[in-house]
């Protein structure tokens, strides 16, 4: 069975900050890993997403990388802002059309 | 383009009771999937809807069940309310490949008192 970790579990950083958040899995056959942002309450809003065959995403400020063979994945956030404040999730599916196996977040607090 | 859609936004129910939940998916997506995600932890994948059918589940007792319509829309009914049933309950669609990933919508906050 997949098990996906997320380490720290929390983080809070000032603001302008650069960080990275980490996260493990155990069953590196794969087929995509998506990190999630959740705001206290709310649903989760998508990142970015990575492919099996690729190595890293970007969007903005945000980069995830994925190295499956060791079964990791990390997202660097730069330049953080209070705006940030979150919890980031990481899932990952084994197969197109199939479900995720989720971490259980790592919690992010950027102070001004 | 309407993501997805989930209602009601917040439900408080009675132990014992029963509940339905109700999703919308994103325009131009056709398979649902159901999770539910208890304070402080990920969210934990239920069951997946794909042309009316049920097509993958979690572990969850049978008291959790489903039901996908023509429209691809989705409703999620859980019955004989535990306390422990209290949790967020996501929805997620994604077209049948599911190579762009999936799409969330807010979920709905069920409390069982």
């Known amino acids: 069975k997949q098990e996906v970790t997320q380490i720290p579990a929390a983080l809070s950083v000032p603001e302008g900050e650069n960080l990275v958040l980490n996260c493990s899995f155990t069953?590196?056959?794969?087929?995509?890993l998506q990190w999630f942002r959740q705001d206290p309450g709310k649903g989760l809003t998508s990142l970015l997403l990575?492919?099996?065959?690729?190595r890293e995403q970007t969007s903005g400020r945000l980069n995830a990388s994925l190295d499956k063979s060791s079964g990791r994945s990390t997202l660097y956030i730069a330049a953080s802002q209070p705006g940030d404040s979150a919890t980031y999730l990481c899932a990952v599916t084994k197969n197109n059309f199939n479900k995720f196996y989720f971490g259980s977040g790592t919690k992010l607090n950027v102070k001004p | 383009d309407a993501g997805v859609t989930q209602s009601p936004t917040h439900l408080i129910k009675t132990r014992g009771q029963q509940v339905t939940l109700r999703c919308s998916p994103k325009s131009g997506h056709d398979t649902v999937s159901w999770y539910q995600q208890a304070l402080g932890q990920g969210p934990q994948f239920i069951f997946q809807?794909?042309?009316?059918?049920?097509?993958q589940r979690g572990n969850f007792p049978d008291r959790f069940s489903g039901h996908q319509f023509p429209n691809y829309s989705s409703e999620l009914n859980v019955n004989a309310l535990l306390l422990g049933d209290s949790a967020l309950y996501l929805c997620?669609?994604?077209?049948?490949?599911?190579?762009?990933?999936?799409?969330f919508g807010s979920g709905t906050r069920l409390t069982v008192v």
């Open positions: 809807y794909y042309e009316e059918e049920e097509r």
């Open positions: 997620a669609s994604s077209s049948r490949q599911g190579v762009y990933g999936y799409t």
């Open positions: 069953d590196s056959a794969i087929y995509n």
């Open positions: 990575i492919q099996s065959s690729q």
